[in-house]
């Protein structure tokens, strides 16, 4: 296994070449296989060097996503020579290929259901109790806390704990938020989330890949590389979050969490290194810093579109052609309506011309999203707004 300093101080990121120089589609199936193998250093895992070979080939389309699950699974059955890690890694592999085929489909099914069938999608073939909630208590040292740990919620309670959650988080309208609220919002939602610990292992990695989904499935232009290169990091800031000490005189902080989220989402640079992250440092890393030049963060609205644009890429009201704009203006209020609803709000009767020119670019463009965004054709479909249209709306 890694120790906290290997994961601190990473290798050079996989498949560097095809991110800064690969043709669209390799680049995008690099950035999957980069996500999925960093986030095995989470539980201080690496992947080995047969699953690199192995996932390089798919890069190149040489072999599809299955190609890879099925070689590496293959490779282990075959294996004669066993090596002291070898367990490990052929955890940290077989994962990896789950977590690639799941981030590559780009779905996510938002409820508890969904949350623990993501938890057996990820580790089946791993875990004997893959998709299984836990059925005793937990605690884990953690080296952040100096050997102490967070108080984990009791077994019997863990489903209704997640029905609880995922139903808030649901209902919650992100609607005239700033934008320093909603990443407040967000990091208390994946800190409860995670500090259930649903399962008897895999809980971070479960989390971030739900994370990494919801995110997107929301309208926030997520990219991995946060995800990659600070997995060690994210994992501590959640323990962080959950960790209160009267005694010791530590309180939650979720300031660390919101940093990462930050990072992410606003392409601020705070250093993500969890030595920042332990109770009680040295006075050397009692500040956590940050190397670009702070601005002042909104407190009511954004105080132009250009702000949010650099921030997220939001084109400027201006630029939105009008049978969009009438689009999120219909479904200003939290409104979720039907195809039909929405294309009598629009005030159209035409409805391929109001798919064609005004939905789908809608969708596309990420200002509207699906209320069932796995089964477009779903008989209940609904539409509603990203937190981009939301952004949008609100200037």
């Given at each position: 296994m890694l120790t906290p300093q290997d994961i601190e101080n990473p290798i050079i990121?996989?498949?560097?070449?095809?991110?800064?120089?690969?043709?669209?589609?390799?680049?995008?199936?690099?950035?999957?296989?980069?996500?999925?193998?960093?986030?095995?250093?989470?539980?201080?895992?690496?992947?080995?060097?047969?699953?690199?070979?192995?996932?390089?080939?798919?890069?190149?389309?040489?072999?599809?996503?299955?190609?890879?699950?099925?070689?590496?699974?293959?490779?282990?059955?075959?294996?004669?020579?066993?090596?002291p890690d070898d367990d490990d890694k052929e955890e940290a592999d077989k994962a990896t290929g789950n977590i690639g085929k799941i981030l590559a489909s780009d779905t996510l099914d938002f409820s508890t259901n969904g949350y623990?069938?993501?938890?057996?999608?990820?580790?089946?073939?791993?875990?004997?109790?893959?998709?299984?909630?836990?059925?005793y208590d937990i605690t884990k040292k953690e080296f952040v806390l100096r050997g102490d740990t967070v108080r984990y919620l009791n077994w019997e309670g863990l489903r209704r704990a997640l029905d609880y959650d995922i139903q808030e988080e649901r209902e919650f309208s992100y609607s005239g938020l700033t934008i320093d609220a909603m990443i407040a919002h967000i990091a208390k939602f994946v800190a409860d989330l995670w500090q259930v610990h649903a399962f008897c292992e895999g809980n971070t990695r479960t989390t971030a890949v739900f994370t990494i989904l919801y995110l997107r499935s929301i309208g926030f232009p997520v990219t991995n590389d946060m995800f990659v290169e600070h997995s060690w990091y994210f994992r501590n800031a959640l323990v962080r979050a959950n960790f209160k000490s009267a005694v010791h005189g530590i309180d939650y902080s979720p300031q660390y969490l919101e940093r990462f989220f930050r990072n992410l989402l606003l392409g601020e640079q705070w250093v993500l290194k969890s030595r920042y992250l332990?109770?009680?440092?040295?006075?050397?890393?009692?500040?956590?810093?940050?190397?670009?030049?702070?601005?002042?963060?909104?407190?009511?609205?954004?105080?132009?579109?250009?702000?949010?644009?650099?921030?997220?890429?939001?084109?400027?009201?201006?630029?939105?052609?009008?049978?969009?704009?009438?689009?999120?203006?219909?479904?200003?209020?939290?409104?979720q309506l039907t195809g039909k609803e929405l294309m009598n709000a629009v005030g159209l009767k035409d409805r391929k011309n109001f798919i064609e020119y005004s939905l789908n670019p809608a969708i596309e463009n990420g200002f509207v999203r699906l209320l069932y965004p796995a089964s477009p054709r779903h008989p209940r479909q609904k539409y509603l707004l990203t937190v981009k249209g939301l952004m949008v709306l609100n200037q």
């Amino acid at each position: 296994m890694l120790t906290p300093q290997d994961i601190e101080n990473p290798i050079i990121p996989e498949f560097e070449e095809y991110i800064r120089q690969g043709e669209p589609d390799k680049k995008e199936r690099a950035q999957i296989w980069r996500t999925a193998i960093g986030l095995q250093a989470v539980d201080g895992l690496q992947v080995s060097e047969y699953l690199k070979e192995t996932v390089r080939r798919n890069i190149e389309g040489e072999i599809s996503i299955d190609d890879v699950q099925r070689l590496v699974k293959e490779y282990y059955i075959s294996k004669t020579n066993r090596e002291p890690d070898d367990d490990d890694k052929e955890e940290a592999d077989k994962a990896t290929g789950n977590i690639g085929k799941i981030l590559a489909s780009d779905t996510l099914d938002f409820s508890t259901n969904g949350y623990i069938a993501l938890h057996r999608r990820i580790f089946t073939g791993v875990f004997k109790h893959a998709g299984r909630i836990r059925d005793y208590d937990i605690t884990k040292k953690e080296f952040v806390l100096r050997g102490d740990t967070v108080r984990y919620l009791n077994w019997e309670g863990l489903r209704r704990a997640l029905d609880y959650d995922i139903q808030e988080e649901r209902e919650f309208s992100y609607s005239g938020l700033t934008i320093d609220a909603m990443i407040a919002h967000i990091a208390k939602f994946v800190a409860d989330l995670w500090q259930v610990h649903a399962f008897c292992e895999g809980n971070t990695r479960t989390t971030a890949v739900f994370t990494i989904l919801y995110l997107r499935s929301i309208g926030f232009p997520v990219t991995n590389d946060m995800f990659v290169e600070h997995s060690w990091y994210f994992r501590n800031a959640l323990v962080r979050a959950n960790f209160k000490s009267a005694v010791h005189g530590i309180d939650y902080s979720p300031q660390y969490l919101e940093r990462f989220f930050r990072n992410l989402l606003l392409g601020e640079q705070w250093v993500l290194k969890s030595r920042y992250l332990v109770i009680n440092p040295p006075a050397e890393y009692a500040e956590q810093p940050r190397i670009d030049t702070p601005t002042s963060a909104p407190t009511s609205t954004p105080t132009s579109i250009g702000q949010v644009e650099d921030k997220f890429g939001i084109s400027t009201p201006t630029s939105i052609p009008e049978t969009i704009a009438r689009v999120i203006r219909a479904l200003a209020g939290d409104k979720q309506l039907t195809g039909k609803e929405l294309m009598n709000a629009v005030g159209l009767k035409d409805r391929k011309n109001f798919i064609e020119y005004s939905l789908n670019p809608a969708i596309e463009n990420g200002f509207v999203r699906l209320l069932y965004p796995a089964s477009p054709r779903h008989p209940r479909q609904k539409y509603l707004l990203t937190v981009k249209g939301l952004m949008v709306l609100n200037q």
